[in-house]
């Protein structure tokens, strides 16, 4: 079963490596995936330098195309991971790297800390950040999409295409985890609504 928290940003960071009791014993994986286009080896960098404090030890994972997916070192550093970190970046270009790969599999069976936008892949509908529109992500959990704030035209439009399903805009400090039922661990910024009208998420 899955078992995330996905935190708005890094500004809420902190809070989300707490739900999983980090200590020098937990082995941290990073997968930069989403920052192939920012620049994998400083996203990398900057989770490390949030993580120093704990002392865990940080495998570093690029995995910034489909080839690498499937090679059997990076699923393997995922997998014996006690937590992966997802670092924020392109959504979309994390979806059709992880998608129907091992790696993707090793992901659904891992512990996972999500940064910003690139949670969003992991449900079964994602938001394309292009423009707010509802796309197929991963499939690992149902019946909640999860965003961030876009401008106000984007997430009007987003509102009225996700009718059915619960959409939860993690704000910059909101901190969601999932484990097969949704918990909030920090909300003061956090928008939970379902065709545009205020909401809560199921336990």
Same mark, same amino acid.
């Given at each position: 079963?899955?078992?995330?928290?996905?935190?708005?940003?890094?500004? $809420?960071?902190d809070?989300a490596?707490?739900?999983?009791?980090?200590?020098?014993?937990? %082995?941290?994986?990073?997968?930069?995936t989403?920052? #192939?286009?920012r620049?994998?080896?400083? &996203?990398? =960098?900057?989770?490390?330098?949030l993580?120093?404090?704990?002392? &865990?030890p940080?495998q570093?994972? @690029?995995?910034?195309? %489909? #080839?690498?997916?499937?090679? &059997?070192?990076?699923?393997? @550093?995922?997998?014996? @991971?006690?937590?992966?970190?997802?670092? =924020?970046?392109?959504?979309?270009?994390?979806r059709?790297?992880?998608?129907?790969? #091992?790696?993707g =599999?090793?992901?659904?069976? +891992? @512990?996972?800390?999500?940064?910003?936008?690139?949670?969003?892949?992991?449900? =079964?509908?994602?938001?394309?950040p %292009?423009?707010?529109?509802p796309?197929?992500?991963?499939?690992?959990f149902t019946?909640?999409?999860? $965003?961030?704030?876009a401008? &106000?035209?984007?997430?009007?439009?987003?509102?009225?295409?996700?009718a059915?399903?619960?959409l939860?805009e993690?704000?910059?400090?909101?901190?969601?985890?999932?484990?097969?039922?949704?918990r909030v661990? +920090?909300?003061?910024?956090l928008?939970?609504? %379902? #065709?545009?009208?205020?909401?809560?998420?199921?336990?």
């Open positions: 079963m899955l078992n995330a928290v996905f935190c708005g940003s890094l500004d $809420s960071f809070i490596v707490r739900e999983f009791g980090v200590t020098p014993t937990t %082995r941290v994986c990073v997968l930069a989403a920052a #192939a286009f620049g994998a080896a400083a &996203a990398v =960098e900057q989770i490390r330098d993580l120093a404090a704990s002392a &865990a940080v570093a994972v @690029a995995a910034i195309n %489909r #080839a690498s997916a499937d090679d &059997a070192s990076v699923v393997s @550093a995922v997998a014996n @991971a006690d937590l992966v970190v997802l670092v =924020e970046g392109a959504p979309l270009h994390a059709s790297v992880w998608r129907h790969s #091992a790696l =599999e090793a992901l659904a069976t +891992s @512990a996972l800390l999500c940064v910003g936008s690139t949670g969003s892949v992991l449900g =079964e509908t994602m938001i394309d %292009r423009g707010g529109a796309t197929t992500g991963l499939g690992l019946g909640v999409v999860v $965003s961030v704030p401008s &106000a035209e984007q997430s009007q439009r987003t509102h009225g295409l996700v059915k399903e619960l939860v993690l704000g910059l400090r909101s901190v969601v985890a999932y484990d097969g039922r949704w661990v +920090s909300g003061d910024d928008l939970v609504t %379902r #065709a545009g009208v205020p909401a809560n998420l199921p336990d």
